[in-house]
């Protein structure tokens, strides 16, 4: 297994297949975007895959493909298939993926007939205009269609995340659960969390998973849902379900006590934590001519260097030199 020394067993695979987007969500990269990857930087699907494999023999038990936007890379169904049928100790992993749902009306059911097994989309607001201001698109009703191509094709359970951002979309909390349970999706909240290449977060303007949740208490009833496990998200259950709602507070309530999540980049660096500043080089590794048992040599030794928090409350902490966009979600 891939256990850290704080005896952290990894079973989760984050794998961005590309830091390029189709949209510019403000608190991700500026209008202009930012410097892409060039082409010979990328992993290959060849190459995704040899990482991927060794990591389900050491365990992996879920992949999750993220970006920039991964619908944008254009073999993800042949990717997604490649890694559905790969086997480790646990069987098949699953594989999810992460999306701004704009590619879902022409890729949901081919993504669903290769062995994806959901999908979670980002959607901060309801509002035309107000998509608009934040993504510099006029795309709701493109996104829209795309969750709806998604359910048709059966990628259920689909979650649906919101960054809350004061003073931007923060009244918006309880119209997007009850967009949410009308359709029969999970809303989560996400806290702003200091990924932005900006570098402009500020802890005192974020709002807190209290707050979301004190909204939302203030309109439905909400139970708690134990079982937490190694989830990110703590959910309740709305008006006694079976629909539930989440909040991902990883800044005011962390959870990197459960974390089992470990992230490779489009460029193929291996990342123990999404704060984390330093990377491992498993492409490199790969195009040096490595074989399976030192490239499983290298997440170990990534794992062991990992650090029992994020340590955003500490005074010493720094920003990752990457974006989200460049890092993976």
């Avoid at 202009?32 to 389900?56: K, N, Q, S």
């Avoid at 029969?184 to 702003?192: A, C, L």
């Avoid at 939302?216 to 496990?229: K, N, S």
Wanted: aromatic share 4%; net charge negative; proline share 6%.
């Amino acid at each position: 297994m891939l256990v850290d020394r704080f005896g952290r067993e990894h079973r989760d695979l984050r794998i961005s297949l590309t830091d390029r987007c189709s949209l510019r969500c403000t608190y991700c990269m500026p209008a202009e975007g930012v410097p892409w990857l060039r082409g010979p930087d990328l992993m290959t699907t060849a190459e995704l895959v040899r990482i991927a494999t060794v990591a389900v023999a050491e365990g992996i038990t879920e992949v999750r493909l993220t970006g920039g936007e991964p619908l944008l890379r254009p073999d993800v169904v042949e990717i997604v298939a490649a890694l559905t049928a790969l086997s480790g100790p646990s069987g098949p992993p699953e594989v999810s993926l992460t999306t701004n749902a704009l590619r879902l009306p022409a890729l949901a059911t081919p993504l669903a007939d290769a062995g994806l097994s959901r999908v979670n989309v980002s959607l901060d607001t309801l509002r035309r205009d107000r998509f608009k201001e934040l993504t510099r698109r006029d795309r709701l009703t493109d996104t829209l269609a795309g969750i709806a191509a998604a359910d048709v094709a059966g990628l259920h359970p689909i979650k649906l995340n919101a960054v809350v951002m004061r003073g931007v979309n923060d009244d918006e909390v309880v119209d997007l659960v009850r967009y949410a349970v009308d359709h029969g999706y999970e809303m989560r909240f996400i806290e702003q969390m200091p990924l932005d290449p900006g570098h402009t977060w500020l802890r005192e303007a974020m709002v807190t998973g209290t707050e979301i949740l004190e909204r939302l208490a203030a309109a439905f009833t909400l139970t708690e849902v134990t079982g937490r496990g190694s989830a990110p998200a703590e959910r309740w259950a709305i008006d006694g379900g079976p629909s539930t709602v989440g909040v991902i507070a990883s800044v005011s309530a962390p959870f990197c006590g459960a974390c089992d999540r470990v992230r490779l980049t489009a460029d193929g660096q291996l990342r123990s934590c999404l704060f984390a500043r330093t990377e491992s080089n498993l492409l490199g590794l790969l195009r040096d001519g490595a074989d399976d048992a030192a490239l499983a040599a290298a997440l170990h030794t990534c794992l062991a260097g990992k650090l029992p928090g994020h340590g955003i409350d500490d005074p010493t902490f720094l920003q990752p030199d990457r974006p989200m966009s460049a890092i993976g979600g």
